[in-house]
């Protein structure tokens, strides 16, 4: 699975929009992106997965670049229970186990 | 549809026991993936399961760890004779058969060794 690069912290303002990058240059045809949160030390949250088109569900939107070597997470009016770490995961579809890096510790602040 | 269910939330043993940690997969989900998180550390991948079948098992410590999951009942990750060093997060996670979908994870067992 390819590699991915996270800033390690982000601080974001209560009601607005958090945006979080994700690089990933190595990525080829069949990985799909993945974002992961964990809040606390409870249980990973799925939030939202992609291939290359851009994909919106009720918690977030995913941009993908048209190269796919980057993409970007964004909550469009986060909240301060949106403070986590939030991880950007590539994997193929060998299987769905998940390769979790250090991820971005965003701060939501009021 | 409840989610992925874990049990016990908490557990306690004392150097040289065993821990049983248990894990009951979504609805529908076939698949069962265990992770361990360290204090301060990141989530690590351990084994991938299939009903009866170890399909990776890459992640698994050599000795005293196993892991199940039978036809019937939960998943089990066994620990034999616990060290300090065992005291950790663990994350069960499950999904459905198919190929890139998501996976989703259970609150965790959190295992102190006394």
């Known amino acids: 699975d390819a590699k991915t690069t996270q800033p390690p912290s982000m601080d974001c303002a209560e009601g607005r929009a958090a945006n979080l990058p994700c690089n990933h240059s190595?990525?080829?045809?069949?990985?799909?992106v993945y974002w992961y949160r964990q809040i606390h030390s409870q249980g990973p949250q799925y939030i939202i997965h992609?291939?290359?088109n851009n994909e919106t569900n009720e918690m977030a939107s995913l941009i993908i670049t048209e190269d796919r070597k980057s993409s970007t997470l964004i909550l469009p009016h986060a909240t301060l229970r949106d403070t986590a770490v939030y991880y950007c995961i590539v994997k193929s579809g060998a299987g769905n186990m998940l390769t979790f890096g250090g991820g971005t510790r965003l701060m939501v602040k009021p | 549809n409840a989610g992925v269910m874990q049990n016990p939330r908490h557990l306690v043993r004392r150097r040289g026991q065993e821990a049983r940690l248990r894990c009951s997969p979504m609805k529908g989900h076939s698949h069962v993936y265990w992770y361990r998180q360290l204090p301060e550390e990141g989530l690590k991948f351990m084994v991938y399961l299939q009903k009866e079948n170890i399909i990776d098992e890459s992640g698994m410590p050599k000795e005293r760890f196993s892991a199940e999951f039978p036809k019937e009942g939960p998943s089990i990750l066994r620990i034999q004779q616990v060290v300090r060093g065992d005291s950790a997060a663990y994350f069960c996670?499950?999904?459905?058969?198919?190929?890139?979908?998501?996976?989703?994870f259970g609150q965790g067992t959190r295992l102190t060794v006394v």
């Open positions: 992609g291939l290359k």
């Open positions: 996670a499950s999904s459905r058969l198919e190929a890139n979908t998501e996976a989703f």
């Open positions: 190595t990525i080829s045809g069949n990985e799909y």
